[in-house]
């Protein structure tokens, strides 16, 4: 498997402002940040997403993202996090290792999330019904 950028930054290939390094994740701050502060965490194996994450890979990127959010939060004064990921390239996801954007936030930054839209009559139902017997 070829590396990923990501992968290069954890071998010191290409340079990143790391923050937080342990056996399993890294965390640095992204290039081009939403906000500064905005900082990815990646697990050091190689997945693309979250399809093929194992679950102590999984366990090991919230335990970091748990560890450094409110240093994250606090270094730059904000008042909040998004926490997000995007898992495919419909989804948005451009960098395929698998990664988390912790993004700090700030009280009238006016940056809005995708809009809400209504479920017709039945349809959550539907939905909710297809999605319980994939996972029976
Ligand atoms: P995605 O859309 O895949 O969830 O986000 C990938 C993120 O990686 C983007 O926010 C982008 O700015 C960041 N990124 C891409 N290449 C690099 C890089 O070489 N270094 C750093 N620090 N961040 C990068």
Redesign the pocket.
């Known amino acids: 498997m070829e590396d990923s ?2 992968t290069k ?1 954890i071998k010191r290939e ?1 340079p ?2 790391i923050i937080y390094e342990d056996d399993d994740t890294l965390a ?6 939403v906000s500064p502060g ?1 900082t ?1 965490v990646i697990p050091k194996k190689q997945v693309e997403n979250i399809f093929d994450t194992d679950d102590a890979t999984l366990a090991a990127v919230m335990r970091t993202v748990r560890k450094i959010a409110p240093a994250v939060r606090d270094a730059v004064g904000a008042d909040a996090l998004n926490i997000h ?2 898992h495919g390239a419909e989804a ?5 290792h698998m ?1 988390l ?1 912790l993004i700090p936030r700030f009280k009238g930054d006016n940056f809005f999330m995708w809009p809400h839209k209504d479920y017709k009559e039945g349809e959550a139902s539907e939905i909710a019904e297809k999605i319980r017997a994939k996972l029976a």
């Open positions: 950028i990501f930054i290409i990143a402002e640095f701050l992204d290039i081009a940040p905005h990815l990921s995007n948005g996801q451009i960098v395929f990664h954007h």
